[in-house]
């Protein structure tokens, strides 16, 4: 049912304002598209400009010719016309009369016209035998202008002619010619002859041969149109293909490759294009391979060394629980070797935990979990140590919703991490552990006092094996990797790890953490600068730091203050 | 007489050094190298617990631990080199009642080994009742109606630990104090695990637990006497 209003509504849009938008749409994206429509539309300005000009030549000639044809007609009508009148020797009004009766006869015999006017050129004297003026243009006798009547009366013996407009009894108006010239009446006087020919005919050939240049460009462009649709196909279909194979390449289908056909440069674009994908994959593939050894030998070598250290580990504490009884030398060596290996296990661990992330293949073991509870145990399980440097370690938590979808182990040692390093580099200054919440994420911060870090250690922080000062002795003996593994803890849970850091002012390691593995982080209820930094309006935005190499906003926040 | 403890590891040198740590702490060690051969030495020692190796040639740990749990409740506390989630869960699912990663501290092997061997605090010597079933501490028996139902000494402690309070919801970390002895933050997947176990043997229907509930959040309880 919900349905239904969509499926109503989709017609419309397409049928309606998105029409034009579909059409640029094609124009952009289809080549094949383009090509024909600039085609077409180029042959078509073509083709129009050479139908317009067959068009008009034709019409020209058409004219030219009816018109000589007409000339010569009404010459011979006039000539013979003439004739008779000349050999005539009518005296009377009604000889006079009959005489050019037969006249106009013979001239619409030979002129096959049924359009004569014969007009008495005005300004003669009065003759009481000349003939009324006659005509049988009926209602276009207007069409005889005066300039031509004017050309004809000035001029005997020479013809005139006109382009009219003649229509025929019904009213019908069709295209003519009048062609007009003297003859001289015995006794009469003179006369002016027009006889009107139709251009009907050439008019009915005009449209007709325009007609067949129109379906003839018509039929010729549609043939273009596809002419060039088929050709383009041709062309443009491997280069979709190719475009399409590289796009499936370049989202790493590494397999795919174009079919090569012919020995054309479709082909050899085809040949290339596959050689290149060749290369690619297999270099891929070594280095995947190379990757792959690597991780799997770090991991191997891993637990191979975890037996024979097994063995050293109960060896070496079996001598530790009776140094008691040894000389003092051998007493000291029993020691150094218990402390030894149980950093060497450490390290051991720390580097199996890495390598797991490398090869990609942690599990997150979500489960809701309580922060506040799992900072106190952590807290808690930290205090002997802190106690032993003089630390204070204070929790602040302001209540709220700090259940968080997490796993409680990686957490746990993000928290154990954090606040070793707050405690060791904390110069026994308090340590504050803060915790708060909004409604998407859950945060964790741990402030020391201490002394702070210079932009160019802050890029680092999260780097393997680094240290902030080489020199300064470890006191608690972590293995380097420590918050190297609490960064890739924070990003596998879709969280950030971040630091503040300033030199002589301490440092603030901020954990953010979505509240449900499946919800973006957007802003941390906690700030990362702490409320007492020196510089609070100098901050940028804090950004979050997914990658261990720079985290963009710690880079910035240690350069602020310098 | 001292616990006899069965030591499944293939290499000599571990087996020998377990070897000399257990004798320090008074047990009684033996040794097998072979996962093939594991089986017959567990029969014809008979050991109080068995210390087994999860890679083994011959026979795999896993498969050695089917053997034994399929015939015995005998604890068994699995070695393992591998910390990988699916190793640690496929060797508690074929029965294993505790495990430790090597390399492991000495003190903390004795602390798991004492815990599995001591017998269950009897808190009283009454019957108890969890869901529609009776508890007998003192005997160390499950019954439901007139029919006893088999339980690794693990489990009883298990469904003991839940039965004795049965208004109390015990967290993940209470359990594995309480049942497996261990005081420091642990892996919560040897308690999942062997609810599951648990289940499987005392539940009706064990998707729809009816003895041991559920707490999401939170942890578990005893089902409501019925």
């Known amino acids: ?562 | 007489m001292s616990a006899r403890i069965l030591v499944v590891d293939d290499d000599p040198a571990l087996a020998e050094m377990i070897g000399i740590v257990l004798n320090g702490e008074g047990f009684d060690t033996h040794f097998c190298a072979d996962g093939a051969l594991a089986f017959g030495a567990f029969r014809e020692t008979k050991p109080d617990l068995v210390l087994l190796d999860l890679m083994l040639p011959g026979l795999d740990g896993i498969e050695v631990c089917r053997l034994i749990r399929a015939e015995s409740g005998t604890p068994i506390i699995m070695l393992t080199a591998k910390s990988d989630t699916t190793d640690v869960v496929k060797g508690l699912e074929s029965g294993a009642d505790d495990y430790m990663v090597k390399p492991f501290n000495p003190k903390e092997l004795v602390a798991r080994i004492r815990t599995r061997l001591r017998p269950a605090a009897v808190v009283s010597s009454a019957k108890l009742h969890i869901g529609d079933l009776v508890v007998d501490a003192a005997g160390h028996e499950v019954k439901r109606g007139d029919q006893r139902i088999n339980l690794t000494p693990l489990e009883f402690d298990l469904l003991l630990a839940l039965a004795s309070k049965p208004q109390q919801v015990f967290t993940r970390e209470m359990l594995l104090e309480q049942v497996w002895g261990y005081h420091y933050k642990a892996d919560t997947r040897l308690v999942n695990v062997h609810v599951q176990r648990l289940r499987a043997k005392v539940e009706d229907d064990p998707d729809n637990p009816r003895i041991v509930m559920t707490v999401r959040g939170v942890g578990y309880r005893a089902g409501a006497v019925g």
């Open chain 1, 1 to 562: 049912m919900n349905a239904q209003p969509a499926a109503a509504r989709t017609p419309v849009a397409l049928g309606g304002r998105t029409w034009p938008r579909r059409v640029a749409a094609l124009w952009r994206s289809s080549l094949q598209f383009r090509t024909v429509g600039i085609t077409v539309v180029l042959s078509g300005l073509a083709i129009l400009l050479v139908g317009v000009y067959m068009s008009v030549s034709i019409g020209n000639d058409l004219f030219q010719s009816r018109l000589n044809q007409v000339l010569l007609e009404s010459n011979r009508a006039t000539t013979a016309a003439q004739g008779i009148l000349d050999s005539s020797d009518a005296a009377d009004r009604v000889q006079v009369q009959a005489l050019l009766g037969s006249a106009r006869t013979l001239i619409t015999a030979t002129s096959s016209s049924r359009q004569i006017a014969v007009l008495r050129v005005p300004g003669q004297e009065g003759s009481s035998v000349a003939p009324q003026d006659s005509s049988t243009f009926g209602e276009s006798t207007d069409v005889i202008s005066p300039e031509l009547r004017e050309a004809v009366r000035d001029s005997s013996g020479e013809q005139f002619w006109q382009s009219v407009t003649l229509s025929n009894d019904d009213g019908q108006e069709y295209p003519g010619i009048v062609v007009g010239s003297q003859i001289s009446v015995p006794v009469a006087g003179r006369y002016e002859l027009y006889i009107g020919y139709s251009l009907q005919d050439a008019e009915g050939t005009l449209l007709f041969v325009q007609r067949t240049l129109g379906i003839a460009a018509a039929a010729l462009m549609l043939l273009i149109g596809a002419v060039t649709w088929i050709v383009v196909r041709f062309v443009v279909t491997p280069i979709r293909v190719a475009a399409e194979t590289s796009q499936r390449l370049a989202s790493g289908d590494l397999a795919v490759r174009i079919p090569e056909k012919g020995e054309d440069v479709i082909a050899t674009l085809a040949r290339s294009f596959n050689g290149m994908a060749d290369s690619l994959q297999s270099q891929i593939k070594k280095l995947a391979d190379l990757s792959e050894v690597q991780q799997r030998f770090v991991s191997d070598v891993s637990h191979e060394l975890r037996t024979p250290l097994t063995t050293i580990r109960l060896a070496g504490s079996v001598l530790y629980d009776q140094r008691a009884s040894f000389p003092p030398a051998t007493e000291r060596t029993a020691e150094l070797l218990h402390t030894q290996v149980e950093r060497f296990e450490l390290l051991l661990g720390d580097l199996l935990e890495i390598s797991r992330y490398d090869a990609g293949s942690v599990q997150v073991e979500a489960e809701p979990t309580n922060l506040v509870h799992l900072a106190e145990d952590s807290i808690d399980s930290m205090r002997s140590l802190a106690e032993s440097k003089g630390t204070e370690l204070r929790l602040v938590a302001p209540g709220g919703h700090l259940n968080a979808e997490v796993d409680p182990r990686r957490i746990r040692r993000i928290l154990h991490n954090l606040i070793g390093n707050a405690i060791e580099h904390g110069e026994g200054k308090p340590v504050i552990i803060s915790i708060d919440s909004n409604a998407t994420a859950v945060a964790l911060s741990v402030r020391d006092f201490g002394l702070g870090m210079t932009d160019a250690d802050v890029a680092h922080v999260f780097d393997r094996f680094w240290r902030a000062d080489p020199s300064r002795q470890r006191t608690i003996g972590g293995t380097g990797l420590g918050l190297a593994i609490s960064l890739e803890d924070a990003t596998v849970h879709g969280g950030w790890l971040q630091v503040w850091s300033s030199p002589g002012e301490g440092s603030n390691f901020r954990l953010t953490l979505p509240r449900r593995a499946s919800d973006m982080l957007t802003e941390s209820p906690l700030p990362l600068p702490p409320d007492d930094a020196s510089f609070d309006d100098l901050l940028p935005p804090a950004l979050p730091a997914t990658l261990p190499a720079v985290p963009p906003s710690s880079t910035t926040l240690g350069g602020a203050h310098v």
